[in-house]
Every structure is written in structure tokens, then in C-alpha cells.
């Protein structure tokens, strides 16, 4: 099926199931400890050895010798494989990390060995016994360093140009009435998902199936097939349940490939997972920016001139973090300028964290604003409501499919007491504390793909449908399942999802906000496609059949589902492909973050108090598994704005707290209540079913909220994230 019209009224719209707080379809699985991950596939895969990765004890530099004897020798060992006995390894498409220094190494923890015994803790007594002797070279750590000579970024397939201008920025910057020219520091971040990366690896002759942790199946079967040097059709994966990703998982990383490699070198299966410590220097993470914010506005608040410069990292041939998305997309302004520059370190491999881009671009730019409104002496939502605008910002023919922005700054105004508030820091207190809000204004783009999807429909009149979408913790299950049920008219428990197999026609998978537009497309595609196909079987129209209640009625002809299947089951598959509305219409996502926080007077001591999202996303598909998507991004918002921070050693070049117990998030404790308040809307230019993703919505804009409601509580200024004590203690206002 082609989209290329904007979306009419279809079966979507009648909102029996779609639109309504459904629980989860595998809720049960998950609560009583039978949803199965990958480390788990105990019955799948019998006779399983074990890999314990050992990493790296350089940053730079190259492996002179490196001797296997004693771990060879160890109980239990089956093998050692390292760089001489592994064969060729290539490189994935998405990422440019080496999963095996091959003797070259590209940075702290890259893997130079993988033991495979029988139990993991031989596997993990033998690693230790393994003597490697390093050439060390000398390596770039510190992105400050090379402000001045990082060049502009190479456009990526993602992320949009690294150099944009409308109009005459720097004359119109010049000649500013008010101006703000400030430099924004975000530093390195971890997924530190819950579930840690983790395969089970076997082969049946060339064929290899790999049950793993991983978010998008079709950019995994691509991208190991290029590292291993194999057909992608030989490669299968399974991932039925993922416990967290946020970018981190998004494709191959080195516990799949060192899997797949030990398998086929001791001819039985292997099971890998990375321990926690690797994960933090071996695997992807948001790598550092530095930003430069420059407005320019007229004395009422009009913004003229908008400049965004950002500096990032990365291996040599990896790509930027797009922080001027968010930017060139955000607000007015007829003089514009973005420039992103990248300069090489090496660190593990900077990319995709949730809502890479606009997440950190945010972080400085809303903080700018506010910082635009302090001096203007006008209140930031109404800056912001004043510099809305209908249009691409950088090409004004090309309008926004919707934009309830403004919807969402009022409405979430309102909710949250916004008026209550004083413009002017530090002047509430609460005993010791000094309160404070912010507010900060989000979009993310809403991209999306196309999805294929099977549907069978059997006697009973039972659906089950067959993707290789993944649920990272998302809802993907419930959400294809409640298209399914609305496509057919059949009750939510009359559809059985099957997710998570490379061999399920081919989806994007989970990542950058694109799983459940695309998806639900996709299903959308198929189940028009099974409709016809029981209209033909039942022998009436299918344009003026009802699918309702389990039933197919045509006047008053009522003929339950399942008759359609009487002579066997009915099997279709399709796909939702898509035109070029997303070239003619900018189409994105909106939100608006109000936080309340308590500084404590004495200690400085930062406790969030209350947090409200206002988010306009298209059609929401399902409030409940919605508004928990939400309030997680919020929760990783929080991290972000007061405690998450990879410290980088420049000496030795790596990640100094590179565990759960140096790498700060929020706990329970760290979080109050939060709210989430859903505009309606529905955006015809997407799909069919006018959905449009809200994941890193929920994320994007979060911090500098929090960043702004300190200001407010103390009138101390802090543009270095994470905002901890050493930065504001210091200048807190005088206790009286």
C-alpha cells in the first residue's frame, strides 16, 4: 500500500480499541517473570558454552604481543579467540567501532579477547590469566582542546546538513537591540539500559541464528552480515523482549559479534554478555558537545538573529551529534546560522542516545531563551508563543503538517500554575528551601518508514499478527495488537502479537521515534489487505462491509469472522510505503516542560518538587503506555540535568566511572510526582493512522527546564550540565 494523500476517514477512526488506556499485552509475562530476554533462551538452545570479553587496558596504541597459553590451559576452556584465530571481521554500516582490536586499538575496553569455557565463571577466571603487552600511543581526549581546529562535520544520512544560513546572521546578530551569547556544555552520557547487552549465538551449518538484545532487526541482520562477511539472509535474530535500548542497542555491538564469531570456532553454541564496567567505554554512548547559542531580538521579543554552533567527537569516520536539529526547526527568525563541528578522539564511539540531536541542542538553546526572556523582562512562555511560527523557519513554503505548539505552552500554563510564579530568582522560600520553576519548550522529529506486516485470521476468528518490530519497553506489543483488533472489529483478546524475529517481514524497529508510526502503518497496510481477502471469501463488497464485534455486516447480513477462515486460514502480508508528504510538510513533534524545584539554602542541595509534560504527538494511540513513555523520558531528563556525566581520565583517555555505582541516575527517591497532559491532535500527512512517535519527546527539553527553575530558585546561572554543587555553591544567596 502507497500513502501519498493525506489520510481520510478509514476504520482507524472509529476508536473502539485505538485511542483508549489499555494494558499491556505481555503485562502478565513481565510481572510474573516469564518474559523471556535474551540471555534466557534456556530451552531454545541446548549445550551452551560461555564468553567472558576481555577488554583493552589502553586508549591508544597497538597490542605487541599477546599470550593465550595459561587461559588455554584453564578448567573448562574451550577456547581463546583474539585477533589471529578470529578471520576477518568488517565493519557495520551504522557504527564505525571494530569489535576486536586487530592489533590495532581504537580505545579503552575495545575487546582484544573472548574466552569460551564451559561456565561463565571459567570463562571469567581464564580472561584474567591472558598476558597482553601494549605499544601505547598517544591519544586526543579532550574535546576543548580542539575548539579551533575541529573542521565542519561531513553530512550523514542522518542528522541533517552540519552548515545551514538563511538571510545575514552575523549583520543581524550585530545589530540586535538585545542579544544573548553564551557557551553551553553537555558532557558525555551512557544508555546504561537495565538489561545489559546480551547474546546467544549457535550456527546450523552457514546459517546463524542469534538470540540478542537489539532495537532495530533489519539494520542488525545488515550489519553483522557486513562484519562476519556473510549474506544478512543467513543471519536470523531473535529478540522477543528488550529491557531498554534508548539508542544504545539500536544495531550490532560486540557481544553479538563475539558470540557469532566463538560459535563458529567451537562449533557449539555461546552465550555472551557484556559486564557492566565494558559497557561504558566499549559500547556507543552521547559523546560531549559544546555549544555556542548567539539571539539576537528586537526590544518587544521578535527573535532576528538565531545562531547555533556546537563541537562534538568521535572516532575517526563517525558522525556528529546533530544538536542544531532541534534549532533550525524550533522558532522564528529571519537571519539564521547552524554549524556543527567534529573533531577525532579517541574515546568509544559517540551516536544515538534517545532523541540524539535535539535532547542536548535543547539543553543549551532553551536555556538561551530563557535567558533571552530575562533580559527582555518578559515571562519564557511568552517569548516563546511569540516567536511561534507556521512555517519551516528555513523555508517558509514548506508548512508544518501541524504544529499545536503554542496549544502546548498555554495548556500546560495553565495546568501547571504557571502564573503563580515569580520572574524575578530567589525570592520564594519554604523554610530552608529555595523554590523555584522552569519551563522549556521540546520537539523531536517524527519521522517514519516503511513497515511490513502478516496477518492470519483462523476459523476461530482469532488475528495474529507478525512483525519484526521490537518492544524495548515501549508498548509495541499492545499498540500493534489494538490496530489489529480496530482494523477488524475483533475485542483486543481475539489478537495474538508475535514481535521480534528477523524472519517477521521487515519493520524499522525501534529507534528514533519511528517504531510506532511505522508499525501501526504497517499492520494498518495488512489488515486492509485481510479485510478484502474475507469480503472475497465471504463473497460481498469489501468498501461496504462493517467489521464489527467479530462480525463482517452488510445491511442486515451479520456472518461472524471466523467463517471466512471455515475452509482454512486466511494468510496476507503488506506493506505501508510512503509518498513525499514528508517533503512537502515538515512534520514533527511538540511539547512544553514546567518544573518546580527546592534548593536547599544551606547545602545547595537540588530536590525536583513537581514536573508536567504537555505533548502534542498525533493521535495517541494509548494514553497508558503513552504517558509511561513520557514520564520515563522525564525521569531521564532529570539525570541529565543534575547528576549524569561519563568523567573522561584525558590522561589516559577513558571513562573513569564506568559503572552503575559511579554513573549516577535517578532513583526512586529523586522523583516526585510527574504529569503528563496529551494535546489532541491528529496529523493526516503521517499515515493512516495519524500517529505520529512520542518516546524522546517526553526527554527532549526536560533538562533546561530543570536548569531554569534553579536559576529561578537561586538567581545563580549554570551552563555546564550536570548541575551539581562544585558549579553554584559558591554563589547561592546569602542566608539571612
Not at 406 to 420: I, N, P, Q, T
Not at 557 to 568: D, E, P, V
Not at 646 to 669: I, K, S, T, W
Request: proline letters at 5%; one cysteine or more; charged letters at 20%.
Amino acid at each position: 500500500m502507497k500513502f501519498d494523500t493525506p489520510a481520510a476517514q478509514n476504520p482507524i477512526d472509529r476508536l473502539a480499541v485505538i485511542g483508549k488506556p489499555h494494558d499491556r499485552f505481555e503485562a502478565k509475562l513481565k510481572t510474573t517473570g516469564k518474559a523471556t530476554y535474551a540471555y534466557e533462551y534456556h530451552e531454545a538452545v541446548q549445550n551452551v558454552a560461555y564468553g567472558y570479553i576481555l577488554g583493552a587496558s589502553i586508549s591508544k596504541g597497538r597490542i605487541e604481543s599477546i599470550d593465550t597459553r595459561l587461559a588455554e590451559d584453564a578448567p573448562g576452556v574451550l577456547a581463546v579467540i583474539t585477533y589471529r584465530n578470529a578471520g576477518p571481521l568488517g565493519v557495520g554500516e551504522f557504527y564505525v567501532q571494530r569489535m576486536l582490536a586487530s592489533p590495532d586499538v581504537d580505545h579503552y575496553h575495545q575487546p582484544v579477547a573472548i574466552v569460551v569455557a564451559e561456565t561463565f565463571e571459567q570463562a571469567r577466571s581464564a580472561a584474567s590469566l591472558i598476558q597482553v603487552n601494549y605499544k601505547q600511543a598517544v591519544g586526543k581526549f579532550d574535546l576543548a582542546s580542539q575548539l579551533e581546529s575541529a573542521p565542519v562535520a561531513k553530512r550523514m544520512p542522518f542528522g541533517g546538513p552540519t552548515e545551514t544560513h538563511v538571510g545575514d546572521f552575523e549583520q543581524a546578530f550585530r545589530k540586535a537591540e538585545v542579544k544573548v551569547d553564551e557557551t553551553y556544555m553537555v558532557p558525555d552520557q551512557a544508555h546504561a539500559m537495565m538489561e545489559p547487552h546480551a547474546t546467544i549465538a549457535a550456527w546450523e551449518g552457514n546459517k546463524l541464528t542469534c538470540w540478542t538484545s537489539i532495537q532495530q532487526m533489519n539494520w542488525g541482520t545488515r550489519d553483522l552480515g557486513r562484519i562476519l562477511r556473510i549474506p544478512r539472509e543467513s543471519v536470523r535474530l531473535i529478540s522477543s523482549f528488550v529491557g531498554g535500548g534508548f539508542g544504545g542497542k539500536g544495531t550490532v555491538q560486540s557481544d553479538l559479534v563475539l558470540a557469532s564469531v566463538a560459535a563458529r570456532i567451537v562449533q557449539r553454541p555461546v552465550k555472551v554478555a557484556l559486564q557492566r564496567p565494558i559497557m561504558f567505554n566499549s559500547t556507543i554512548h552521547r559523546p560531549k558537545t559544546i555549544q555556542r547559542i548567539r539571539l539576537g531580538a528586537t526590544r518587544d521579543g521578535k527573535l532576528t538573529a538565531v545562531g547555533h554552533e556546537s563541537w562534538s567527537g568521535n572516532l575517526a569516520g563517525g558522525r556528529t551529534e546533530p544538536t542544531t536539529l532541534s534549532t533550525r526547526a524550533l522558532y522564528a527568525g529571519a537571519n539564521r546560522m547552524t554549524r556543527v563541528r567534529l573533531a577525532t578522539l579517541d574515546l568509544a564511539e559517540g551516536n544515538a542516545m534517545r532523541a540524539p540531536g535535539e535532547a542536548p541542542g535543547l539543553m543549551a538553546l532553551e536555556v538561551a531563551m530563557d535567558e533571552m526572556a530575562e533580559k527582555l523582562d518578559m515571562d519564557p512562555v511568552e517569548l516563546r508563543i511569540l516567536n511561534d511560527t507556521q512555517v519551516d523557519p528555513e523555508d517558509p513554503s514548506r508548512p508544518f503538517s501541524t504544529r499545536p505548539f503554542v496549544e502546548c505552552l498555554r495548556a500546560g500554563a495553565e495546568l501547571f500554575g504557571w502564573s503563580a510564579r515569580k520572574q524575578q530568582p530567589a525570592q520564594v522560600r519554604d523554610g530552608d528551601w529555595l523554590i523555584g520553576c522552569g519551563m522549556a519548550s521540546a520537539i523531536r522529529g517524527a519521522p517514519i518508514a516503511k513497515a511490513s506486516a502478516r496477518v492470519r485470521l483462523n476459523r476461530l476468528g482469532l488475528i495474529t499478527v507478525e512483525t519484526d518490530m521490537t518492544d524495548i519497553g515501549t508498548g509495541s506489543y499492545t499498540i500493534v495488537q489494538q490496530t489489529a483488533a480496530e482494523m477488524m472489529g475483533v475485542p483486543l483478546e481475539q489478537v495474538v502479537v508475535r514481535l521480534g524475529d528477523s524472519s517477521f517481514p521487515e519493520t524499522p524497529g525501534s529507534g528514533g521515534q519511528q517504531g510506532a508510526p511505522s508499525v501501526t502503518a504497517g499492520v494498518y497496510a495488512a489488515c486492509m489487505k485481510l479485510r478484502a481477502a474475507v469480503a472475497e471469501r465471504l463473497g460481498i463488497s469489501d468498501t461496504e462491509a462493517q467489521f464489527v464485534s467479530g462480525e463482517v455486516r452488510l445491511g442486515n447480513r451479520s456472518i461472524s469472522l471466523g467463517r471466512a477462515a471455515a475452509g482454512g486460514d486466511l494468510v496476507v502480508e503488506d506493506s505501508m510505503e510512503f509518498g513525499d508528504l514528508a517533503k512537502r510538510f515538515s512534520i514533527q513533534t511538540f511539547g512544553a516542560h514546567f518544573a518546580e524545584v527546592a534548593v536547599n539554602a544551606f547545602t545547595g542541595e537540588v530536590r525536583v518538587r513537581r514536573m508536567l509534560a504537555a505533548c502534542a504527538a498525533g493521535r495517541i494511540l494509548n494514553p497508558k503506555t503513552a504517558r509511561s513513555q513520557v514520564i520515563g523520558g522525564m525521569v531521564m531528563g532529570v539525570g541529565a540535568a543534575l547528576m549524569e556525566e561519563m568523567a573522561v581520565d584525558r590522561r589516559y583517555g577513558f571513562f573513569v566511572n564506568h559503572d552503575l555505582a559511579g554513573y549516577e541516575v535517578p532513583v526512586h527517591a529523586d522523583i516526585p510526582h510527574l504529569e503528563v497532559l496529551f494535546i489532541d491532535e491528529v496529523d493526516p500527512m503521517i499515515s493512516p493512522v495519524k500517529a505520529k512517535g512520542i518516546g524522546e519527546l517526553g526527554l527532549t527539553g526536560v533538562a533546561p527546564a530543570v536548569a531554569n527553575a534553579i536559576y529561578n530558585a537561586t538567581g545563580v546561572r549554570v551552563r555546564q550540565y550536570p548541575i551539581t554543587l562544585d558549579k553554584y555553591l559558591d554563589r547561592l544567596p546569602d542566608i539571612a
